[in-house]
């Protein structure tokens, strides 16, 4: 059983398009993440969300947004698509605020391309 | 804010030399964990580190938490090309459960 999903795999679309990406975990974990991987590697972290909080990178655009219908999906939502938001989006998961509590789980990530 | 540092970028090896990558954090950590992402793939996580001076080996794989829980190390002993991938070091601090990633270092492994 996969552990962290995420659909699509692949997305291609064109610019000013809205798209989303799912998430779902299977863990029982209590906090949800997003990130972009660019070409470089860079992991940056988007968004962190449990039942209590949701903590923004103050860098993402608002364009960028979670959304979470219940504590094991974490849905990202892109508004107006800009040909700089190509990157890789890993949706992750771990049992947070205990420390010592085991890292955090990827997805296999959604390869995101914008013509 | 929390910057962590990871060094080297690159690393080139050939099969059976060790390597070894560096974390250095800015501020004094509550614990650092240690990711391999393989090409194509998705983070995945080998280990997290709590204690002060604390060293956990996993096979080939030696990671150490500095004693003023402010660096940390991976080596590995005798490289294989299974190895290859990029490893990132990422750290928690100040009661925050989102950890700062490094910016990894990619292992090449030369057969």
């Known amino acids: 059983d996969t552990a962290v999903s995420q659909t699509p795999k692949y997305l291609v679309t064109q610019m000013g398009n809205d798209k989303s990406i799912k998430c779902e975990q299977n863990l029982g974990h209590d906090t949800m993440y997003w990130y972009k991987q660019d070409s470089k590697k860079f992991l940056k972290i988007m968004f962190s969300?449990?039942?209590?909080?949701?903590?923004i990178n103050e860098t993402v655009p608002n364009r960028f947004s979670p959304k979470s219908p219940d504590k094991a999906h974490l849905n990202l939502h892109i508004n107006s698509l800009e040909l700089g938001d190509s990157a890789v989006y890993f949706c992750a998961s771990s049992q947070a605020g205990t420390s010592g509590a085991g890292g955090q789980f990827f997805g296999p990530g959604t390869r995101l391309t914008v013509l | 804010g929390q910057q962590v540092m990871q060094i080297p970028q690159y690393q080139h090896v050939q099969e059976g030399e060790d390597f070894t990558t560096y974390c250095n954090s800015s501020?004094?950590?509550?614990?650092i964990q240690w990711y391999k992402q393989r090409p194509g793939g998705h983070p995945v996580f080998l280990i997290q580190?709590?204690?002060?001076?604390e060293v956990k080996k996993q096979k080939r794989l030696t990671f150490q938490f500095g004693e003023a829980k402010k660096n940390s190390s991976l080596h590995i002993t005798a490289t294989q090309t299974t190895d290859v991938g990029t490893y990132f070091c990422?750290?928690?601090?100040?009661?925050?459960?989102?950890?700062?990633f490094g910016r990894g270092t990619s292992l090449i492994v030369h057969p």
């Open positions: 990422a750290g928690e601090s100040g009661g925050s459960y989102i950890p700062t």
């Open positions: 501020t004094t950590l509550s614990n």
């Open positions: 580190l709590v204690k002060s001076g």
């Open positions: 969300y449990n039942n209590k909080e949701l903590i």
